[in-house]
């Protein structure tokens, strides 16, 4: 595609619920970043994927996080028992390769009630 | 702890005006500073970026500017237009690390 893809845009979830965000990053593009977004707030770092190396994880905010990313390519970053401040705009971004130019998706809005 | 601080956190500037927004970082690691740039609704987008070995960049109406001794970057927006109004973001990273370092965001609003 001519860009990064995100989907759901919107997710509405219930406190408790396990949720699935997709990434679909720029053909080609090595390095794949999520990053969290809060209202008013900067980004959030939370994993980066490079090629076939071991992820970084260190952002990750509790062990309800976890994301994989197949065939280097399509990420998925599951958030398991909501809980309300899960409620965030989640943002996935990639490139060429480490240290280089960041090409973001629209985001997730993900609200848990 | 912010890696990388931005201030100020909204500015309103008149059309034709000139807006600066400042960063500051600590880790004289980092080597590259990229400016981000995101309207409601749409992920950031790369307005502009430079490395350590300029002290200035310019780029049509956007320009950064780069202090290493004092370990300080800023953007600024020449004649600056109501399509400029956005959040514009900071960051810092540095070849060997595996994350970018955002500021928090600076809310620019151009007045007609």
């Not at chain 2, 309103?12 to 005006?17: A, E, H, P, S, T």
């Not at chain 2, 070995?53 to 800023?74: H, L, P, Y």
Request: charged fraction near 15%.
């Amino acid at each position: 595609g001519a860009g990064v893809s995100q989907s759901p845009s919107n997710k509405v979830t219930e406190k408790g619920k396990d949720v699935e965000l997709r990434c679909d990053p720029i053909s080609g593009h090595t390095a794949l970043y999520w990053y969290r977004q809060s209202l008013g707030q900067g980004l959030e770092f939370l994993i980066y994927f490079q090629g076939n190396s071991a992820p970084d994880k260190s952002g990750l905010p509790s062990d309800r996080f976890s994301a994989e990313r197949t065939g280097g390519s399509v990420s998925t970053l599951t958030i398991q028992r909501t809980q309300q401040e899960d409620s965030a705009v989640y943002l996935c971004a990639s490139s060429l390769g480490r240290n280089e130019k960041l090409f973001f998706g629209s985001g997730t809005q993900l609200s848990v009630l | 702890q912010q890696q990388v601080k931005q201030s100020p956190q909204s500015l309103i500037v008149q059309k034709g005006g000139i807006s600066i927004i400042n960063c500051a970082y600590e880790n004289t690691a980092f080597d590259y500073f990229p400016w981000y740039q995101q309207f409601p609704g749409k992920g950031p987008a790369l307005l502009i970026a430079i490395r350590p070995d300029v002290s200035e960049k310019k780029e049509g109406r956007f320009t950064i500017s780069f202090n290493k001794s004092a370990k300080q970057f800023s953007l600024h927006i020449m004649d600056s237009q109501p399509g400029d109004s956005a959040t514009y973001f900071c960051a810092a990273s540095k070849n060997t690390g595996n994350q970018f370092y955002f500021g928090t965001g600076t809310s620019l609003t151009v007045i007609p």
